[in-house]
């Protein structure tokens, strides 16, 4: 049985495609993960340390110094986690992320948020964004959105390919972001 080599090319260019998704899963998504948790470690941790360098009780000067370089730390690492109101801002910085990466977002939703984080000293806003792009303009938009300055999580892609637009790619991605109260 003889393959065509257009279909030769299309599961070539498909088990190309299978493999860059693994390896990106391997290589870049969990490695951010456990970044970000190793992250909230370290906020908890910090703001322990600042609780206890607050306490009246203990005025010396080391304290002081200590407790300024503790804040100094505890503002980097909050920096990283959007605050609730900023959320609409983001989206708009999505938009400015898309256009920069040649990528052209259909809709951004954000979905229901988990009531159990509700009490936690972050939440998780899942964001749904629904674009197209070719396969080298959704690598750039990927890209910028996990090298920006907030913390954002791709925890899903889809890409699905059109045959009326071979060139272009339509693609949803749920991004996860964490935000403190």
């Known amino acids: 049985m003889d393959i065509p080599e257009a279909q030769k090319k299309l599961i070539s260019i498909v088990a190309v495609v299978v493999i860059a998704a693994i390896a990106d899963l391997f290589f870049v998504v969990r490695p951010l993960a456990s970044k970000s948790f190793a992250t909230f470690g370290k906020?908890?941790?910090?703001?322990?340390?600042?609780?206890?360098?607050?306490?009246?009780?203990?005025?010396?000067?080391?304290?002081?110094?200590?407790?300024g370089a503790l804040k100094k730390e505890n503002e980097q690492y909050s920096k990283k986690f959007s605050r609730k109101d900023e959320v609409p801002f983001l989206t708009s910085g999505l938009y400015k992320i898309a256009v920069s990466s040649g990528v052209r977002?259909?809709?951004?939703?954000?979905?229901?948020?988990?009531?159990?984080?509700?009490?936690?000293?972050?939440?998780?806003?899942?964001?749904?964004?629904?674009?197209t792009g070719d396969y080298r303009q959704i690598g750039r938009f990927i890209e910028k959105l996990e090298s920006s300055d907030k913390l954002m999580v791709i925890k899903d892609i889809e890409i699905v390919w059109d045959e009326s637009t071979p060139r272009s790619n339509n693609f949803t991605l749920s991004v996860c972001l964490y935000t403190v109260q």
């Open 43 to 67: 906020i908890r941790s910090v703001k322990a340390d600042l609780a206890a360098a607050e306490d009246p009780a203990s005025s010396l000067e080391g304290t002081r110094k200590r407790l």
């Open 105 to 131: 977002i259909a809709s951004v939703r954000p979905t229901q948020e988990d009531p159990a984080s509700a009490k936690a000293a972050y939440q998780k806003t899942m964001l749904i964004i629904s674009a």
